[in-house]
Nanobody
Framework: VQLQASGGGLVQAGGSLRLSCAAS????????MGWFRQAPGKEREFVAG????????NYADSVKGRFTISRDNAENTVYLQMNSLKPEDTAVYYC????????????????WGQGTQVTVSS
């Protein structure tokens, strides 16, 4: 199983990025998906989650109204659209898959991608 995250980069504050995560899961639609991030010296934190069908989503308070998670089950891909980026959004972003649904806890996820760096300059 592979989760390949991409789309990170360097952007100025107020800018936008779109992260993608391509999954090699045989039954992608059977997995809830999530995005987490980890800044230097900090613990990994939940950013956004989406249910297997894509109907339900959940966001960390720090990104509500700025980030949008979505998925395309036909393409086995989950996305994270990030708008109005702030320097405090700088982190390595990871996508993850779980067999249950929308979950905040990292330890409930079964598979993890390698991460993509997002750097927001002020």
């Amino acid at each position: 199983v592979q989760l390949q995250a991409s789309g990170g980069g360097l952007v100025q504050a107020g800018g936008s990025l779109r992260l993608s995560c391509a999954a090699s899961l045989r039954t992608f639609s059977a997995y809830g998906m999530g995005w987490f991030r980890q800044a230097p010296g900090k613990e990994r934190e939940f950013v956004a989650g989406i249910s297997r069908s894509g109907v339900s989503t959940n966001y960390a308070d720090s990104v509500k109204g700025r980030f949008t998670i979505s998925r395309d089950n036909a393409e086995n891909t989950v996305y994270l659209q990030m708008n109005s980026l702030k320097p405090e959004d700088t982190a390595v972003y990871y996508c993850a898959a779980n067999r249950v649904g929308v979950r905040i806890q990292a330890n409930l996820y079964d598979y993890w991608g390698q991460g993509t760096q997002v750097t927001v300059s002020s």
